[in-house]
Nanobody, 129 residues
């Protein structure tokens, strides 16, 4: 079992930055790929970014590439999403999720929800224009 708790959401002006954190419970955190997804009301949840369980590879949606950075600190079992140059269209509820243990790289690279069995409760990000 992996429990996830997101934090760091809030209201920011366009062009600003936020850093989301996702604290994970459990001693097996280092064996899970971690992902960030987002969802707006009435829309499907979409992939934002993922990081391999080794931390050696990262994956991004085209819409956030170059603006968002995912990272992880296994020592404190936390994954981060640094969001820069925020746009109003980035307004969503952001969820972190865990995929594993030891998922195939090919599965992580699909940039989809398959394999993500554990989810946080979400944190709201609102970007004003």
């Amino acid at each position: 079992q992996v429990q996830l708790v997101e934090s760091g959401g809030g209201l920011v002006q366009a062009g600003g930055s936020l850093r989301l954190s996702c604290a994970a419970s459990g001693r097996t955190f280092s064996s899970y790929a971690m992902g960030w997804f987002r969802q707006a009301p009435g829309k499907e949840r979409e992939f934002v970014a993922a990081i391999h369980w080794t931390g050696g590879s990262t994956y991004y949606a085209d819409s956030v590439k170059g603006r968002f950075t995912i990272s992880r600190d296994n020592a404190v079992t936390t994954v981060y999403l640094q969001m820069n140059s925020l746009k109003p269209e980035d307004t969503d509820v952001y969820y972190c999720a865990a995929n594993g243990p030891f998922p195939l790289t090919s599965q992580i690279n699909t940039r989809g929800e398959v394999g993500y069995d554990y989810w946080g409760q979400g944190t709201q990000v609102t970007v004003s224009s």
